[in-house]
């Protein structure tokens, strides 16, 4: 472990302790590394004076000047805005192009330069990548780049089945925040997206780190500053009100108060004043949802008022018990209440009930007899640089033309996709119910690097990827982030498809280490993986010689027949 990491786990371990203790923690836990120490102290006593993530920070009611249609912002003029979308504490929101990367950005401004700390933290939601939460793409001295969403705020009533489906997106994003120690603290309708490919959660503007486990464990800060309460009164839990430390439980509190309108079309405290919200917080009870909207069914009444408890004990514990509940109350939902048998004294209506089912169950076979060969989508990238045969590459070729022909002779219908920067095709993929995806590992990442077009007039390392360790790791992560998401939104979609992954020279520690990774970041996608490794023979890797022809046969023969 090197000394960042080791300086990290300390800070974050001595911060869940109570001020006293951590002295005495930090000597017993690192009696070796004075310096460590040293640098440890100084952090906690830099969260001590500085208020929580994001909240209060230099961006907090500043609005940067007004940007006009083409005006150039970030470094070397990185971003073109292209219109104004919003404003608020965090400063003026812009939809703008990133000319780097050429796509579509929401950009956060602020006059005021971020602190270390916000830098720090930003970059730990960053990590937040999953398919139901806005993905942070980077942070400068003075804006936020984020994913920009074409979507509308949820908006109730809503049918009981588009609910379920809803609110089971929004409780696995929270759960993966929450496996971070990230608590939103601001959950509300008008952070929740509804975009075509379903929610999004966004602005985790005064998000804040807590101890990952709920309980006695102490909250980063009690309060934003002092005297106020973070978020939006209406969503404010009953322990927020009080001045106790917000962590998990509040999210979920939140949430159950954001379906309940939802589902209901009513908020659930329609107080006409703050004061009457707040008491209304604290001491009374909703009515039940049933009474709103009787075709809710009772077991979504009862994990809504379990979410609504005044006492954190009392509700759902996590994010991830209370996602499986909704998942087990959609599948009773959709299931509905088993068929009444037939009476005896109707054996005429039971024999024609019996002729038009066999008849239907004929004309459904004969309508899908085309789709009963499988689908195999060979995804790829037409960068140069991803193409691994010369000869392949000479002709503006890539792999998924070379593995269609080795693939040539197998039962399956190949569909061919060329990944690009802005590749965003996964609605149209999901639609051919794809049996195997044989996908490019380095796709996004060789597919980034070709859209990378240096600015002739600069001449600062900056202008080129391959000079420029940095920026070429950047892209080298962003796209190996980009193609998890996408295998992650597949799997959650796409139940029965299973994905072979490959990459040129790619040792077996490494395939495992991305694997334990990838499931760890997206527990549907575990045991539907396979790694291959396209190895070198006569120090020439393509799809073209004869024994990785062999192998990459056997393997997909083995899938299909295994489906």
């Not at 208020?51 to 609005?63: D, K, T, V, W």
Request: a neutral charge.
């Amino acid at each position: 472990m090197d000394n960042w990491a080791r300086i990290e786990e300390l800070f974050q371990s001595a911060l869940a302790l109570p001020k006293p203790d951590r002295a005495a923690y930090l000597l017993s836990a690192c009696p070796d590394n004075e310096q460590i120490r040293i640098e440890v102290q100084q952090l906690l006593e830099s969260d001590d004076s500085q208020p929580g993530f994001l909240e209060n920070s230099p961006l907090a009611g500043l609005s940067s000047p007004k940007q006009k249609p083409g005006a150039r912002v970030g470094d070397d003029g990185r971003f073109e805005i292209l219109e104004h979308v919003g404003s608020g504490g965090m400063g003026d929101v812009y939809k703008a192009r990133d000319t780097r990367l050429n796509r579509t950005v929401a950009l956060k401004l602020s006059r005021a330069k971020f602190s270390e700390r916000f830098n720090r933290e930003a970059r730990a939601v960053a990590a937040l990548t999953h398919p139901n939460i806005c993905t942070l793409y980077d942070v400068g001295p003075t804006y936020l780049v984020l994913e920009f969403l074409d979507g509308k705020p949820l908006q109730g009533p809503l049918r009981v089945d588009v609910a379920l489906r809803y609110a089971i997106q929004v409780a696995d994003a929270l759960n993966a925040a929450h496996r971070k120690g990230i608590v939103h603290r601001d959950i509300k309708p008008a952070n929740i997206l509804v975009t075509p490919s379903g929610v999004k959660i966004v602005d985790f503007g005064i998000a804040r780190f807590t101890p990952a486990k709920t309980g006695d464990q102490p909250a980063l800060q009690t309060l934003t500053v002092e005297h106020q309460i973070p978020g939006t009164l209406r969503y404010i839990s009953p322990e927020q009100l009080e001045g106790k430390p917000a962590d998990a439980r509040s999210d979920i509190y939140a949430f159950g108060l954001v379906f309940y309108e939802a589902i209901s079309g009513t908020a659930a405290f329609p107080a006409t004043s703050s004061v009457s919200l707040m008491a209304a917080i604290l001491k009374d009870d909703p009515p039940p949802l049933s009474s709103l909207q009787p075709s809710v069914p009772p077991a979504l009444d009862r994990l809504i008022r379990k979410c609504l408890a005044k006492d954190p004990d009392a509700r759902w514990q996590t994010a991830a018990d209370l996602h499986d509940e909704l998942q087990w109350i959609a599948q009773q939902s959709l299931a509905g209440p088993a068929p009444a048998k037939p009476a005896r004294r109707w054996p005429v209506a039971a024999a024609l009930l019996t002729v038009l089912a066999l008849g239907a169950a004929i004309w459904f076979a004969r309508q899908h007899a085309g789709h009963a060969t499988p689908v195999v989508l060979l995804m790829d990238t037409a960068a140069p640089s991803g193409v691994y045969d010369e000869d392949t590459r000479k002709n503006g070729g890539t792999n998924a033309d070379d593995l269609s022909n080795a693939l040539a002779n197998l039962p399956a219908v190949f569909h061919k996709e060329m990944i690009g920067a802005a590749w965003s095709r996964e609605e149209q993929v999901i639609r051919q119910l794809p049996d195997i995806i044989l996908i490019h590992r380095s796709a996004f990442a060789h597919a980034l690097k070709s859209e990378f077009t240096p600015d002739p007039n600069i001449t600062t390392p900056q202008s080129d990827p391959f000079t420029d360790k940095v920026f070429y790791t950047r892209l080298i992560n962003l796209g190996r982030d980009k193609l998890e998401a996408m295998l992650g939104i597949f799997a959650k979609t796409m139940p029965n498809t299973h994905f072979v992954v490959y990459s040129r020279d790619w040792s077996k520690s490494s395939q495992q280490r991305w694997l334990d990774a990838a499931y760890l970041r997206f527990p549907n996608l575990a045991g539907r993986i396979t790694t291959f490794e396209l190895e070198r023979v006569d120090g020439k890797a393509s799809f073209r010689v004869p024994q990785t022809i062999d192998r990459i046969q056997t393997l997909v023969r083995a899938r299909l027949a295994a489906r």
